[in-house]
Each structure stands twice: as structure tokens, then as C-alpha cells.
């Protein structure tokens, strides 16, 4: 039976109120990760049904500031599909009224509202959204989305843009850039460099593999797989002429290899032993058993410009990965993470095994340490400006580091880049084309199509001119297959927000939002679709 121990540790009883209130979060993005929420500055532009149900999930979690710009009252539809106005707030400011309930949700939250459209709150103060960390956009026109969109870019300030229509909607986001250094990958594989251990490491699994031929069958089958791996691994190299198992079939071989190792029963010589730690090194083999290597992601993010030419002005995350960059190019590895999975051992082994990493990971978080101090005093900026803590963050997860560049909204529609298969008749993306010419009507119309059962057939041949005059502009086929039936079946809806839609959609975006303003996981790249008739998520990147 194992012993080593469990990475979740139970609650302490001298845990804060806060620690207790957060406790599944905080072990999703730790303690900085809800630090980053907490400093967070939000505005959502109209306090629709899907605008409120985002909030909820970010006040929940404990978002610091949130502004609700929204220019409207509540109406009876709004008492109708959104569960925080009620009928007796219809007249009065809807994002004052949903303030006030979103704020009973949780009292360490703080948040205001103002009734006022982008247009006018820009045109009284110009630098009106440059201290928010983030703004989400709820239903607005073309004009008003594009004028956001234009200010946003330029402060470099990210933009989730969200629709609902119906048993529609979309997600997209625009940002300048974002850096993630903690992705959360599915399913990583061990980062225990059994093809390049280093001298305490080698000299302990050699010791340990040696001490097999003597070992009680106590200890012999509470001996940590990679001792049983690297010890096979050896006898393999030199059978081989140093060639390491590439593929299923070597690998199938070496692990039947391996299990020969197992003890054979003192009353019967033909069974083995039922020795766990020989079996989970049979299951590792595949995921652990593997040459080291620098994935395609990081080493695109070293031999980016940003990487190369660094500035005063560069964000921590640049200076990390300039040197990381030179550790690489002396080392010709990343630097080694520290962590080892839960596996079938004793304490002590797993222990010593664990602080043999340990000390390793520290070993290269210094030297790179030290390189960063370099750097930050040729640029002229304090050594305090990037701490011990980020910086051995940034190398154990130097593995799985991404950048995430976006494309502007403003671009989007006037290039001939758009590259959504706009043909495929099995693809949702004729939706979101068709939504975005939703946006240009309310422009033009002050409207949603489709409002009145009476000017439906009105709206639908307007909706189509400006769909058309949308795919003339970008260069594309102006009667894709299926363009009549989606722009009806958008007409029909009449701009209706139902609220199983808003409440799934509302869920998703708050997702995005926390992955945002953390810092951590990836977000999405850069378009999502939902069709609640189908239940199809579609993602799509839109580039110009």
C-alpha cells in the first residue's frame, strides 16, 4: 500500500473565513491567482439577461470592482428573462437595479452602475475605460462595438464581445496579446528526465536499482517506478547501441522486459508476485519513457522578437522567457520542474526521490535567477520588480508556456482574410456572420430584426441586403448555401434572450474572464458558437 503523501491536504482549522469561502477555487488558481481576481476591474456594457449572468459568476468568485454601464430601463421583457430585475423595477435604471442585487451575492465585492451608453460616457471622459482590467460587451450596435473596440486596442485593454438571439449566440474576444505562464495542460505527462538524469539523480536510482538484487519483497515492491524504469532503460541502451525505445512495438517490448523483474513466488516459481510498482511502471512507459524536448510552444516563445529584444518597458513575462532563452542555448534543456506524481512507495524513498528534484528545480531557478537580476539592472529597473516566487513559477511551468495574439473587430469585416467556411453546411459560422449583421442593423435601425411579427418580412430583406453587403465587402460569395434559411430563422427570433441561453453563455464567458484576469489556463482563440438546437460549441479563429 502507498504512502506517500496526498497532495490535497484537508482544510486547516486555522484556515481565514476567506480561505474557507474559496476553498475549491483557490485549488483550481491558488492564492495569486485569486489575488489577480480580487484586483480586478470589470465593466459590463447593459445588464442584459446574459449580461447579469456573467457578472453573478464573476461576483461569486469574488471579482474586486465591476461598473455596469447600461443606458436603459427595465422593461417588462427584462422581468421577464432575467432573474435579477423583477416586475416591480420596470422604469426604473436596469443597471442600477441589478447592482444592487449582484452586490448582496457576496459583501467583499464592490460595484457601481451608470446610465449612460459607450457614446456618451466616451465623449464626457475620452480615458473613461482605461483603468478596467477587462470590458464585456452585451448586444450592442455595430457603431457602438466598433467605437469600443477602436479605444480598447489602442490601451491594449482585452474586449469579450457576446450576443444572444434566441437559441443563438456568440463569444468573441479581442486582445492585443496575452502571456500565460500557468495553462493547466490536460493530462501532462512527468517531467522526471529519465534520459538525461542528472549526477544525484543517476547515482541515487543506481544505488536504488543495486539494492533490488538484495531487497526484502517488502521493499523491493515498495520501490519507486523510476528506479524500475531507469534501471531497464540502462540494460536496454547498451543492448541496443544506445537507441532509445521510439516506438509502441520497442516500447511493448521494453515493458514486457521489465515486468521480468518482478519477484517469483517461493511456493510456486512460475507466478509472479503482484508487485503494484512493477505495474504503474508498465503504465508510465508510454508517458514517461520519452526524450526530453522543448515543445513547439516555448520554443516559438523563445525565439520571439518580444523575447529577443527586450525593454525597459518589456512585461515580466518577456524578461522570464529572454533568460530562459539563454539558459536554453547554454543547457539545450528547460530547466527541470520538480514535480513528481503520486506513486507506490515508501515515505522515505518517495521523499529523498522528491527533494532530489527539489533541489534540482532550485538549482536552475538560480542561475536564471541571477540572469534576470542582470537583466533588470542593464534595463534599469529594481530586482524586487520580478520576485523569487515568479520567477520559479515561470520555470516549472517553462514547458507549457503559450502567447495569445488576437485580431481587432474593427478589422474584421474590412479584410479579405476572413476565413470562416462560410460554404460548409454543416458549420455554425454562417451564424455569426449572420449575428454580426444583427449588429450592423441595430446601427441603422435602433432595433433588433424581427421585433414585430407584423415587419418581419420587412426585416428579413433587410437583413439580407446588409449580410450580402457584408460578404461583397470581404470578397466572398454573397449566397453562401443556407444564407436564406439563417437569416429567417435570426428574424424570427426577434433578438429574444431566453434564459437557459443567457445562463449557459453567461457561464462560459465568466470562464474566459477568470482566465483573463488570472493570468491562468487558456483562453479562448478567438470565437466561439452555441446552438442551443443542436447543442453544438463551435470554436473558430478569425484572423485579418
Known amino acids: ?114 446610465q449612460e451608453s459607450v457614446e456618451q460616457v466616451l465623449d464626457a471622459d475620452p480615458d473613461f475605460f482605461a483603468n478596467f482590467s477587462l470590458v464585456v460587451a ?31 449566440g456568440y463569444i468573441r474576444l479581442q486582445l492585443a496579446e496575452h502571456l500565460v505562464v500557468e495553462t493547466h495542460p490536460d493530462n501532462a505527462a512527468p517531467d522526471l528526465r529519465l534520459d538525461q538524469p542528472w549526477e544525484a539523480l543517476a547515482n541515487w536510482l543506481d544505488e536504488e536499482g543495486e539494492r533490488m538484487n538484495t531487497m526484502d519483497l517488502k521493499d523491493h515492491g515498495h520501490t519507486p517506478y523510476p528506479v524500475i524504469m531507469y534501471r531497464h532503460l540502462k540494460e536496454w541502451l ?5 537507441s532509445f525505445p521510439a516506438n509502441y512495438k520497442e516500447k511493448k517490448v521494453f515493458k514486457e522486459e521489465m515486468l521480468k ?79 513528481i506524481p503520486d506513486m507506490f512507495s515508501d515515505s522515505e524513498r518517495y521523499i529523498k526521490l522528491q527533494n532530489i528534484y527539489i533541489e534540482k528545480e532550485k538549482q536552475d531557478a538560480e542561475i536564471i535567477q541571477r540572469k534576470v537580476q542582470q537583466v533588470l539592472e542593464s534595463l534599469g529597473r529594481s530586482a524586487e520588480t520580478i520576485s ?87 470578397g466572398l460569395n454573397t449566397a453562401p448555401e443556407g444564407l436564406d434559411e439563417h437569416i429567417h430563422e435570426v428574424c424570427r427570433y426577434g433578438g429574444a434572450e431566453l434564459h437557459s441561453v443567457a445562463a449557459f453563455l453567461g457561464g462560459a464567458v465568466a470562464h474566459e474572464c477568470i482566465k483573463l484576469l488570472t493570468g491562468q489556463f487558456v483562453p479562448l482563440d478567438n470565437l466561439v458558437l452555441y446552438n442551443a438546437v443542436t447543442s453544438n460549441v463551435s470554436s473558430f479563429k478569425v484572423d485579418n
Open 1 to 114: 500500500m502507498s504512502s506517500t503523501p496526498s497532495p490535497c491536504l484537508p482544510p486547516s482549522p486555522l484556515q481565514s473565513e476567506k480561505a474557507k469561502r474559496y476553498d475549491r477555487q483557490l485549488r483550481l488558481w491558488g492564492d495569486h491567482g485569486q489575488s489577480a481576481l480580487e484586483r480586478a476591474n470589470i465593466c459590463l456594457i447593459n445588464a442584459s439577461a446574459t449580461g447579469t449572468e456573467i457578472l453573478k459568476s464573476l461576483v461569486l468568485p469574488g471579482i474586486g470592482n465591476f461598473t455596469i454601464l447600461d443606458p436603459h430601463s427595465v422593461s417588462g421583457e427584462d422581468a421577464g428573462n432575467n432573474f435579477f430585475l423583477t416586475a416591480d423595477s420596470i422604469g426604473q435604471p436596469r443597471g442600477e437595479v441589478a447592482t444592487r442585487l449582484l452586490l448582496e451575492m457576496n459583501h467583499e465585492v464592490r460595484g457601481e452602475s451608470r
Open 138 to 168: 452585451c448586444g450592442l450596435s455595430e457603431k457602438s462595438l466598433l467605437l469600443l473596440s477602436a479605444k480598447l486596442e489602442s490601451s491594449k485593454i482585452p474586449l469579450l464581445v457576446v450576443r444572444t438571439s434566441g437559441f443563438l
Open 238 to 242: 547498451k543492448n541496443h547501441d544506445g
Open 261 to 339: 523483474g518482478m519477484r517469483k513466488r517461493e511456493n510456486n516459481p512460475e507466478l509472479y508476485e503482484d508487485e503494484e510498482n512493477f505495474e504503474e511502471a508498465a503504465r508510465a512507459v508510454n508517458t514517461v519513457l520519452v526524450k526530453s524536448s522543448i515543445p513547439s510552444d516555448t520554443r516559438d516563445i523563445l525565439n520571439d522578437p518580444a523575447s529577443e529584444n527586450i525593454s525597459a518597458s518589456s512585461a515580466n513575462f518577456w524578461i522570464l522567457a529572454h533568460s530562459l532563452r539563454e539558459f536554453v542555448a547554454k543547457e539545450n534543456r528547460l530547466p527541470v520542474s520538480g514535480v
Open 388 to 474: 523569487e516566487t515568479e520567477i520559479r513559477r515561470f520555470c516549472r511551468e517553462a514547458k507549457f508556456l503559450r502567447v495569445q495574439r488576437g485580431s481587432s473587430l474593427n478589422d474584421e469585416f474590412s479584410s479579405s482574410n476572413f476565413n470562416l467556411n462560410l460554404d460548409d453546411p454543416e458549420s455554425d459560422a454562417l451564424y455569426y456572420l449572420v449575428l454580426r449583421a444583427v449588429d450592423r442593423y441595430m446601427t441603422q435601425f435602433g432595433t433588433n430584426p424581427g421585433l414585430t411579427e407584423t415587419d418581419i418580412e420587412l426585416d428579413i430583406g433587410r437583413l439580407k441586403t446588409i449580410t450580402t453587403a457584408m460578404l461583397s465587402q470581404m
